[in-house]
């Protein structure tokens, strides 16, 4: 906040109540235009400029996401973290940092409301997890108590609306080998850890692809923003009472199939819908990608298949290990160095017999 509400607290609090108590309460209609006018009142000595600054600061606080927004204002911070009660924590290029800001629990709960709440979402016992996306890419997941033991959580990660260009993920080499795999349509799966960069590399990959190519994109929680008209983008949804309006990730699985894809780009596998994307790969949609969280190539083949078997319907487990063999060319791996860069690690091919060779 500006120096006059930083030095003036009681300025603050008597100028926050009576905007409260005001018939508008604390809606954001001209906001600045009411607080102005009480900060005038207030302090009448005070000159006009500073009594806008003032009140645009204050608006920010009352009406807006406070602390959270100023951080999310700054071009620098890709993540802004509040872990419960206490100070914030920013990413600014790969690299976790402490702001200073201190938010208390009505603060944090004010913060999560007036970012899920425009939604249709709510956060409360009966609901204490929310991930959502807001209309500009950003990624909003909120955990509250008594899931979240010491007060509520909120993460938001800024959308990076271009994708990074893939020579900037990988070596020349390596880059060469992935493109030469995406003209040759090889169904390639990105694995690493929590953070590494699965999402940012197959934003890259799939920014790679032809424009006149009709991608169907299928996600949780929608990410990925691909040049091209040819894009349809699919997002899950978790439906009102009684599930009413549900799409979980399976079924949306399911309907890229049948929106004629020339590849499918899916999010990250983490369930049964792996038995839906394995037939998919293995029935004419090369080309495709996913990721996978895994820590080496082959304990991503182990969970792929094992989500697979999941979803599978009972198929033997040998006869789903096979469809997964076929239906999965290259494994991709991608880490985050200690420097914050998020780089590509290893390149594998996996044969139709299951065993991986190393290429890079």
Known sequence: MIAMARTDPELVAVVGRRFRSEPDGDRGDDAVGRLARIVREERPLMGDAAVIETARALAVDLVGLGAVERLLGDPTVTDVLVNGPGEVWVERAGQLQTTGIVLDRAAVDRAIERLVGPLGLHADR???????????GTRVTAV??????????LAVRRHRRDPIPLDSLARPDVAALLRERLVGRRNLVVFGAT??????????????????????????????????RGVVRLEARPGGAAGVGRADFRDLVRVALRLRPDRIVVGEVRG??????????????????????????????????SFAVAGADGAPVDVVRQQVHAALHTLVGVERRPDGRRVVASLHDLG?????????
């Not at 204490?128 to 209309?135: F, G, I, K, M």
């Not at 008594?146 to 959580?153: E, R, S």
């Not at 994307?277 to 991503?300: C, E, K, N, R, Y």
């Open 272 to 305: 049964a819908e792996a038995a839906d994307m394995v037939w998919a790969l293995g029935t004419g949609h090369d080309g495709s990608m996913s990721t996978v969280h895994a820590p080496t190539a082959p304990d991503a083949v182990d969970r792929l298949t």
């Open 352 to 360: 139709s017999d299951g065993r991986l060779v190393p290429v890079t």
């Open 144 to 153: 509250l108590p008594p899931l979240a033991v010491d007060g509520p959580v």
């Open 195 to 228: 953070g590494s960069g699965k999402t940012t590399l197959l934003a890259s990959l799939a920014s790679e692809l032809p424009d006149h190519e009709r991608i169907i994109t299928v996600e949780d929680v929608a990410e990925l923003r691909l040049p091209g």
């Open 126 to 136: 009966a609901h204490p997890v929310v991930d959502a996306r807001l209309a500009d």
